[in-house]
């Protein structure tokens, strides 16, 4: 069952939220190649615990770390090593912040040093790609529109659509119903009302669709090995309009990044 989310909680996802994208703008600040997943994380878990929130992911379904750490064909869910990153990585962290009763889950793919053009494209479409979902979350659609649009636009780039993992509804739970995947045919699923919250979250990856599992029962790989790419964000529904909770202007401040791609869906009162 979908819960539908007070205007006055909407506003605790959203405190939750952005501390999980200020936490990623922390982090943007210490991704550079030498660095590890594991020094990364306890920053993150220390941070996190510094503005009042706890670390959302850490011991759910016994996951062991505050973040998902998956570089290169590593789609999510990777689990922070002492590897070092190195000279053209890409790294995509998901992190998750429990606090006030609420979740935030969001995610970003950070290029190390100096990524190769088709790799930094496969990035630059699936965070449009993204968007491109999120415009789709407004009175009138159901939830396979998302996917129907990511679908298409990341296929049409020739890119492969993870079908095993998905986005979510968010609240009080990490994962709350309704499931929404990133494919499908549209006009399916529940009609979007106000007060949804959802974390849209296209897998995009840069050859084929299929994933493998690594035997920590945790880490999702691409089946050919090539580069995968996640962006999330969080967002709910108000007057009909999808509207952003979580933002990715802290990574753009440190990154030196200007970009209107968030404007559309902010609030404008
Ligand atoms: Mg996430
Ligand atoms: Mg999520």
């Known amino acids: 069952m979908i819960k539908i989310k007070s205007l006055e909680e909407i506003e605790l996802i959203r405190q939750s939220a952005l501390l ?24 993150a878990e220390e941070f996190i615990r510094d503005h009042g929130g706890t670390p959302g992911f850490k011991g759910m379904y016994d996951f062991p770390n505050t973040l998902c750490f998956s570089p290169n064909d590593q789609v999510v869910h990777g689990i922070p090593t002492e590897k070092p990153l190195r000279n053209g990585d890409i790294v995509s962290i998901d992190c998750g912040v429990l606090m006030n009763g609420f979740y935030g889950d969001h995610a970003y793919t950070f290029e190390v040093g100096e990524v190769d053009e088709a790799t930094k494209k496969l990035l630059q479409v699936t965070k449009e790609s993204l968007y491109i979902g999120i415009a789709q979350f407004k009175a009138g659609k159901r939830v396979s529109d998302i996917g129907h649009a990511i679908q298409q636009y990341t296929e049409g780039h020739g890119y492969g659509v993870v079908r095993e993992l998905v986005g979510h509804g968010l ?31 296209p897998m995009i990856n840069m050859g084929t669709h299929r994933i493998n599992q690594l035997s920590d029962g945790w880490t999702v790989l691409t089946a050919d ?28 401040d440190v990154l030196g990044i200007k970009t209107d791609e968030e404007k559309p869906f902010r609030s404008t009162t």
Request: net charge positive.
């Open 225 to 252: 090995r090539k580069p995968s790419a996640h962006f999330e964000h969080d967002v709910a529904l108000i007057n009909g309009k999808p509207e952003l909770l979580s933002t990715f202007q802290y990574i753009y």
């Open 171 to 201: 609240g009080r739970k990490l994962h709350e119903d309704p499931q929404v995947p990133n494919y499908g045919r549209p006009g399916r699923g529940k009609k979007f009302k106000d007060g949804m919250v959802l974390a849209i979250e």
């Open 20 to 43: 999980v994208s200020k936490t990623l703008g922390m982090i943007a600040s210490e991704i550079k190649p030498g660095v590890s997943g594991i020094y990364l994380d306890k920053l």
